[in-house]
């Protein structure tokens, strides 16, 4: 069984695996970053995707792995090749930031970018994942799974 | 019966419940240093979130809402330190109703006299534990930043007092959260008493 700190390398190396590809909506451009960060006892798992208007938007998600309650797949009805896990956590313990730079009005014109900051905490978190490996959902679930019982073993000493 | 066999079973049974119990001390028995990690792992959960004190800390209308953008729980000579850093916006603003808040309390767990949940806004994400000391031994200092629209940041100096209560932020939002940290506290305290009275 992997440890923790093997655990996220995994992911990690899973996550990275969207950059380059397209995101699976039609105005996304290419993923330039993703990936995980450990700061204990949460997870970081971020993304940066260029969309087609020339604007960036850059996604961190904060969690405690002890927080989840179930991971399902976003689509499993299609052949998209970038698809979403839903992790569900319990609620208000997740939080999704959102940073967004656009060009306006001129292109190419740094001075007239405006940056902007979404802080949201739903209770299911979206993971980007490359779909189109059919074994990737199950993979990621499973290390994110392992993960969680690895953290709740840790978190117990005062526990009950 | 045979003897023999009878007493082979009551070692067998005495044997075993003393891993039992053992085993169910060991869940507590964490080191000073174990233990302000794993109160510090706590506050480490409540970095990014949000809670709107209760009363009226602030006042001139400016927003409550406290953001928390940093919390660390560290062994501080014969004292332990509480440093929470703060902000009324999740982002910095460069105009007169935004601000930071710099707190660091220092405080001997030995002099600990109560732990309880204080009041809550139960939809947010933190609540807060307050932590109730023999006389004002808790040492708290205060610093406070604005900035103007030049960016530059203001501040108008270290405000320490001396105080009988502290109060540290907890993810309220996982329920166990807070017996878990009360549990620590006072293991904490215990350990910090048994160590604090040679005579």
Not at chain 1, 86 to 111: H, L, R, W
Not at chain 1, 139 to 157: F, S
Request: charged fraction near 25%.
């Amino acid at each position: 069984m992997l440890t923790k700190e093997e655990t996220i390398k995994y992911i990690q190396k899973k996550l990275k695996e969207i950059i380059d590809f397209e995101g699976r909506y039609p105005e996304m451009g290419k993923y330039t970053e993703s990936g995980i960060s450990f700061n204990d006892p949460k997870i970081s798992i971020f993304r940066q995707v260029n969309y087609k208007n020339s604007s960036i938007v850059e996604t961190t998600i904060d969690f405690n792995p002890v927080h989840i309650t179930d991971i399902t797949d976003g689509h499993t009805n299609d052949d998209g090749t970038i698809g979403y896990l839903k992790v569900k956590v319990v609620a208000k313990t997740g939080m999704v930031k959102t940073f967004k730079t656009e060009s306006d009005p001129q292109p190419n014109n740094f001075n007239y970018w405006s940056k902007s900051t979404t802080n949201t905490q739903p209770t299911e978190l979206l993971i980007a994942y490359l779909k189109s490996d059919g074994s990737n959902f199950t993979k990621i679930k499973k290390a994110l799974e392992h993960l969680r019982d690895l953290c709740k073993a840790e978190d117990d000493p005062f526990g009950n | 019966m045979n003897t023999n066999k009878m007493k082979k079973e009551i070692f067998l049974y005495l044997l075993l419940l003393t891993s039992f119990s053992s085993f169910a001390q060991e869940k507590t028995m964490l080191t000073k240093e174990e233990t302000i990690n794993y109160i510090n792992k706590k506050l480490k959960e409540c970095e990014g979130h949000f809670r709107t004190p209760d009363g009226s800390a602030f006042t001139g209308g400016v927003a409550k809402k406290m953001h928390y953008t940093s919390l660390s729980f560290n062994a501080d000579g014969d004292r332990v330190s509480l440093s929470i850093n703060s902000s009324n916006y999740s982002e910095r603003k460069y105009t007169s109703d935004y601000f930071e808040r710099y707190t660091t309390q220092q405080f001997n767990p030995s002099q600990i006299l109560s732990i309880t949940e204080g009041a809550s806004d139960k939809s947010e994400p933190l609540g807060i534990i307050i932590i109730k000391f023999i006389s004002n031994s808790c040492i708290s200092k205060q610093n406070v930043y604005w900035y103007g629209s030049d960016g530059f940041g203001n501040h108008d100096g270290t405000k320490t007092f001396s105080v009988k209560e502290s109060g540290l932020v907890f993810l309220s939002a996982d329920p166990s959260n807070f017996n878990k940290i009360k549990k620590a506290l006072e293991h904490l305290r215990d350990m910090y008493k048994a160590g604090d009275d040679p005579f």
